[in-house]
């Protein structure tokens, strides 16, 4: 099977959004949804004319091993990344190991990005500005270094087609109000240490991440969306790691860099050659395998 770049379920559920990668359907009982990964691709808020084949399914169980085991620390949405709805499950072919359940949230206009070094956008900024995100940080960082301690460096939460923007930590109070602000920037730290620390112990850095966060009925902050993917985090070799130079990443950087490379950064309707396909591929696999201790059977 091609790599699938969107779903048809033929009316069987309602539509409700689609984001760059992924397609939302409404449920029945109206608390929940169906969260269906597909094989899209984007990478400088730009979704490429053609997908990574069987990428959905390597996100969804990446994810689904995160929110198990992260689950003590914030609860999640997720209720269930194996059962498919009895009105969809004629179209198994398209939802199984890439459909999730999940309990509808409110969901938080932010991203809670948190950065553990210093490299992308953040490096960019530093060299011109001496700063992260607006944040004042030690002078003399080499690219690539490690910050003494992680920084929560949020960006607004953009529309499909639309540029999410950096923001200073202390405009995120203006977007969801005090309390909840702090409530996420501690979470995010905190997760994302619980995880580099996991990561680490199994050869990978995890230089940066991105969580998202919504509200459940009991005022709790709650962990939605994917976690901790190639597609959200920058993933690096740790035993090939070298401070003041760009790393070899575990993620999407190899296509940024291709874009990049080429003059196609932020263009639209752009086609991934096979070769560049297939090798930010194998970088996902090797990423789940690293991270899992599974061999990725697709």
Request: charged letters at 30%; proline letters at 4%.
């Amino acid at each position: 099977m091609a790599a699938l770049t969107s779903t048809d379920l033929h009316g069987a559920l309602p539509l409700i959004a689609q984001g760059k990668v992924r397609d939302i359907y409404a449920l029945p009982d109206n608390s929940s949804l169906l969260f269906v990964a597909t094989d899209r691709i984007s990478a400088y808020d730009v979704v490429m004319k053609n997908g990574i084949k069987n990428k959905g399914k390597l996100l969804t169980a990446l994810s689904s091993f995160w929110f198990e085991f992260l689950a003590a620390k914030c609860p999640n949405h997720l209720i269930s990344a194996s059962e498919i709805p009895k009105q969809a499950e004629k179209f198994t072919d398209q939802l199984e190991g890439r459909s999730m359940i999940v309990k509808k949230h409110h969901i938080f206009p932010v991203e809670a990005i948190v950065r553990g070094y210093i490299t992308g956008s953040a490096w960019e900024e530093y060299k011109k500005l001496g700063t992260v995100h607006g944040i004042k940080v030690p002078e003399g960082l080499k690219e690539s270094q490690a910050f003494e301690k992680p920084l929560f460096t949020p960006s607004t939460k953009a529309e499909q087609g639309k540029h999410d923007q950096n923001i200073h930590p202390d405009e995120v109070v203006k977007l969801v109000g005090e309390k909840y602000a702090k409530r996420i920037e501690k979470l995010a730290i905190e997760l994302y240490t619980a995880a580099r620390d996991y990561a680490a112990e199994r050869g990978i850095i995890i230089a940066d991440t991105k969580f998202e966060f919504g509200l459940n009925q009991n005022d709790e902050v709650v962990l939605v969306d994917e976690v901790l993917t190639p597609d959200s985090s920058r993933f690096w070799l740790k035993s090939a790691y070298e401070v003041g130079r760009g790393q070899d990443s575990y993620d999407k950087q190899f296509l940024r860099d291709w874009l990049t490379i080429n003059g196609l950064k932020g263009k639209d309707g752009v086609e991934m050659p096979k070769d560049i396909a297939q090798k930010t591929s194998e970088k996902y696999v090797e990423a789940y395998e690293l991270l899992t201790g599974k061999q990725w059977v697709s």
